[in-house]
């Protein structure tokens, strides 16, 4: 299984939410506003479920945010 870039996938998810606030994003996803920033900051990668949520939400694939 290949080990997944932390921060990479938080510049990703940073480059993702664009011009809207973190506080919204978590909110409209149903993650706190401490766990977003986590995923942001590459200090933790979001588990399965939450990984899903968050691509649907951008309208992308789980492989383009976490896995390119």
């Known amino acids: ?3 997944l870039n932390k921060e990479k996938i938080g510049k990703k998810l940073a480059e993702l939410r664009g011009n809207k606030s973190r506080e919204e994003v978590a909110r409209d996803i149903g993650i706190s506003l401490s766990a977003w920033q986590m995923y942001e900051n ?11 949520k968050i691509a649907s939400y951008f309208n992308k694939s789980v492989e383009e945010i976490f896995y390119s």
């Open 1 to 3: 299984m290949r080990k």
């Open 42 to 52: 590459g200090q933790r990668i979001p588990r399965d479920e939450i990984k899903i």
